[in-house]
């Protein structure tokens, strides 16, 4: 009798049922890695975005030439002169402050990748969805289209038409110099962008479109502007999330790449790439102007790989197995 009560008087422990987002964060805090970028991450966009405070409160001005601070010969003082009033250093002939500098350029380049990563994003999901669920005619039509672009040497066709399609944006008054630069791209990045996107999210639907819940959508006379956006777009925010977070340190890259070859953002005007194009002229007189850029670029790219990576971990239901 004294067992059964003390079995029955036992605390039951309560099942608490938690929903896919609440799984997918309790994985994505394991991964220490994933929380490490997460941070390094979330402190380079503040900074960035940040920059009128930031420099504000160093008493720094991005474009004030320091000429106290360059020898006559127009080389920072003691090789770099990096010193507390400028933790970066200072430009070489210009003599403006290089944390400044790089705080407003990426400023610059967060906002193209950004808008670029959404744009494409937006283009290869709708398109994707599309093709995936009506088939037929259409999936060849956009397949071979898509096949087109893919087939194109993308840097090349860029260095090529960059300068034209910034003459004939400039000319309709959409925009001028540096903004009109950053327009391109973005047309540039998005067009060449999507294809790949809408290829994964194409054979996403290929296997929803057959699920019971988009059957019964069907046959309770839903609209195919319902399926589309109500029913399949919400299952398909993971692929789409994981594309992302992968996409803006590769579009962050290609503004260097592209500002250094100078097709991209130009002076006065100060991106990651910019200063990388004039660092490789002072590179034995001053190393540390080339190699705080560099790393920064680094450090943030790496950062959004690895977040990449932690997400699609964390949203994928067989990561515990």
Request: no cysteine; charged share 15%; aromatic share 12%.
């Amino acid at each position: 009798m004294s067992a059964d009560v003390a079995v029955n008087d036992a605390p039951v422990q309560e099942l608490v049922s938690r929903t896919p987002n609440q799984l997918a964060w309790e994985r994505f805090k394991r991964n220490k890695a994933g929380l490490i970028a997460a941070v390094v991450t979330l402190l380079f966009i503040i900074a960035a975005f940040g920059a009128p405070i930031i420099t504000g409160l160093w008493h720094l001005d991005p474009e004030k030439p320091y000429v106290d601070q360059l020898t006559p010969y127009g080389m920072p003082v003691g090789g770099s002169g990096i010193s507390w009033a400028h933790p970066f250093g200072i430009e070489p002939q210009a003599g403006r402050d290089v944390f400044a500098m790089l705080l407003y350029g990426s400023r610059i380049s967060f906002t193209l990748a950004i808008i670029a990563g959404v744009a494409t994003i937006g283009l290869g999901l709708v398109i994707g969805t599309t093709v995936g669920y009506f088939g037929g005619w259409v999936d060849a039509t956009i397949g071979r289209f898509s096949d087109f672009l893919l087939s194109f040497p993308q840097t090349f066709f860029i260095v090529a038409l960059s300068l034209p399609l910034v003459q004939r944006v400039e000319a309709t008054g959409i925009a001028h110099g540096n903004t009109a630069r950053i327009v391109v791209l973005i047309l540039f990045f998005s067009v060449f962008g999507w294809p790949a996107f809408a290829r994964i999210i194409r054979s996403q639907v290929l296997s929803l479109r057959e699920r019971d819940f988009v059957m019964a959508a069907r046959s309770l006379g839903a609209s195919t502007r319902r399926i589309l956006f109500r029913e399949l777009m919400p299952n398909l925010w993971s692929p789409t999330i994981v594309y992302l977070s992968l996409m803006l340190p590769s579009y962050l890259a290609a503004e260097a790449v592209f500002s250094y070859l100078g097709v991209g953002v130009q002076p006065p005007a100060s991106t990651w790439g910019i200063v990388l194009s004039d660092s490789i002229n002072y590179w034995q007189e001053d190393p540390a102007y080339l190699m705080i850029p560099a790393l920064m670029l680094i450090v943030i790219v790496l950062a959004l790989n690895v977040l990449g990576d932690a997400i699609r971990d964390a949203l994928d239901p067989k990561a515990d197995r």
